[in-house]
Structures are given as C-alpha cells and as structure tokens.
C-alpha cells in the first residue's frame, strides 16, 4: 500500500499523536510506501521556516527521510485542471493545494491519509483517517 | 481523468484494499491472498532496512522530547494552514 500524508497527519506525527504514530506504525510494518507530496512538503516547511524552529525542521526531515517524493510535472497539470474542471461544473469547490496533493495521490495510486476529508469530498479518491 | 486503462497494482490488508473499491469498480482484478506478516522466519524481524529506519526515528524522538514551545508551535499549525491558504488568482467566476 502507497499512502500520501496530509500536511495535518504530518504534524501530527511530528508531535507524536498516539493514534496517528500507532497507525503510521502498523503501516510501516505492513510494508507501506509513504509519499511526500510538494504541496505537503510546501506547507509543512514554509510553516516551520517560518517559525525557525531547527529542531522541528530537523524531525521533518527525519520523519521523511526514507519516504519517496513525488513531482508534478507536464500532464499532471493537465490531470489538476481536468479534475478542477469538473468539480467547478459540479458546482463545488476545492482549495488549490488539496487538489494538487490530491492529484499528486491518484499520480500515486495511493492512499491519502488526512484528518480533512471533507476538504477532498468532490474528489473520487480514497482517503482514510488516521486521526479518529 | 482517465486512468481506467492503467493497470493498477495495490498490497496491504484486504481493509486497505478495499478503501480504493471506488475506484475500481467494474474493473477485473486478479487477487492474491498473502501469509501474514507474523509467518516471517524467527529471528528476522521481517523488516527492511528503510522500514526499520523509520521506526527507529520515533524512538529516538522519545529520548529527546518536545518543549512546550515546539508542542505549541505544532498545535498551530492546522490554524495557520486555513488562515494562510494558497489561492488561484481572482478571476471571474461565471465563466
């Protein structure tokens, strides 16, 4: 199983929430890959170089060390305004980075794993919960 | 997005597979029941040297704990990710 953190379940992770470190766990366990998406990696970083917290930024770096990293390139840009395309005509709504982290997981064929599913509810993608 | 001709190959626990029923429906699928993780040979924790690294990181965070601050600064993050979203530029919406 391929999985793409959400920012939200990354931080979680940093500080250690039980729940979510014990299901980040049994999935490493399980023999999962785990995805960093730019959109995560721009979120979590700009937050923490903005609170200039070495030590913070030096578990993020920890944390994702052995994860793989994912880009967005030619097409995917496409997939993001086709996907955006029909969400608009839907007459629905999605912030910019949860699409692009949502097409960074289904370039993945991955699982996104956030505490927001609302936030990808106009998307046909598959999304668990690790925080509840 | 058209992705219904890629082959698609998915592992973990039938749960796990399951979450992506959505996005194969109707599609054929071939499925391999694997042992499970606990049939590993004795001795051999069954890990990779990646997935041991990985874990071994959250024990290392145990020795050396968080500050208040770092705690705080974390708890605010979700906060700030709304206060700060990322927007596409204004444009009009009736198009």
């Given at each position: 199983m391929r999985y793409v953190l959400d920012s939200d379940i990354l931080s979680y992770l940093l500080r250690e929430r039980e729940e979510v470190e014990r299901a980040y766990r049994e999935a490493i366990r399980q023999g999962a890959q785990f995805i960093l998406a730019p959109g995560v990696r721009f979120e979590v970083t700009r937050y923490l170089r903005l609170k200039d917290s070495t030590r913070l930024l030096r578990r993020y770096a920890e944390l994702t060390q052995q994860w793989g990293a994912s880009e967005l390139l030619g097409t995917d840009w496409d997939d993001a305004a086709e996907l955006w395309k029909g969400i608009h005509q839907a007459g629905k709504s999605i912030q910019p980075m949860d699409l692009l982290i949502a097409v960074t997981t289904l370039k993945e064929n991955a699982v996104l794993v956030s505490n927001n599913l609302g936030h990808f509810a106009p998307i046909n993608l598959a999304v668990v919960n690790w925080a509840n | 997005m058209a992705r219904t001709e890629t082959k698609l190959e998915l592992e973990g626990t039938w749960e796990e597979v399951l979450s992506h029923s959505r996005e194969l429906a109707g599609r054929r699928v071939r499925v391999v029941a694997l042992p499970p993780?606990?049939?590993?040979?004795?001795?051999?924790?069954?890990?990779s040297p990646d997935q041991r690294a990985m874990l071994d990181v959250l024990e290392e965070w145990k020795q050396d704990p968080l500050t208040p601050d770092e705690i705080e600064a974390l708890e605010e993050f979700e906060a700030f990710r709304e206060r700060h979203p990322i927007p596409f530029r204004a444009w009009d919406p009736e198009l």
């Open positions: - | 993780e606990n049939e590993k040979p004795e001795g051999d924790d069954g890990l």
